[in-house]
């Protein structure tokens, strides 16, 4: 038997105040688009601000049904339409926040391992890193400057 160590390597920011202006311009999008998810069941809204290469910006929130897999999260609702709209732009980075209708939420939120696989599946269609930024309703922002951290054996189209 052979033993592996993987390491992850994160920034965190004490406060959003930290964070260089251009993301703190794109958390702040992520928070708009945040506070209009469509969140009735768990009461759960998730923002997403994605930065393309080509400047323009993608604004996902989730939309969750009855039905619970019917929903779909806010970092995957901007995914797939920047790859609609924007299909061989690369993602630069990614700003993300969590905000509970139940009780505050200040632990940085990362995405679900939905969205993980998704992101991982854009970072190697792209072939560069996408940086993420997340957190929650305030506090502490964590930097991951690639999914490689969030996801470190990925599975992808080599497997196929």
């Given at each position: 038997m052979k033993e592996i160590e993987i390491k992850s390597v994160f920034q965190i920011y004490d406060s959003f105040d930290e964070?260089?202006?251009d993301v703190q311009k794109l958390m702040q999008q992520s928070m708009m688009i945040r506070d209009k998810a469509y969140a009735p069941y768990s009461e759960f809204m998730v923002g997403a601000a994605l930065l393309l290469k080509n400047d323009e910006v993608v604004l996902g929130?989730?939309?969750e049904n009855a039905c619970y897999p019917s929903g779909l999260?806010?970092?995957r609702t901007a995914m797939y339409y920047a790859g609609a709209n924007f299909p061989e732009v690369p993602i630069i980075k990614m700003a993300l926040c969590a905000?509970?209708?139940k009780h505050q939420l200040i632990t940085p939120t990362?995405?679900?391992g939905a969205c993980r696989q998704a992101i991982?599946?854009?970072e190697l269609k792209q072939?560069?890193?996408i940086a993420i930024y997340?957190?929650?309703e305030t506090g502490k922002v964590v930097r991951s400057s690639s999914l490689s951290n969030l996801l470190p054996l990925i599975f992808d189209n080599s497997y196929l």
């Open positions: 964070l260089p202006d929130n989730n939309q999260c806010a970092e905000k509970s209708l990362p995405p679900c991982a599946e854009y072939k560069e890193p997340f957190m929650g």
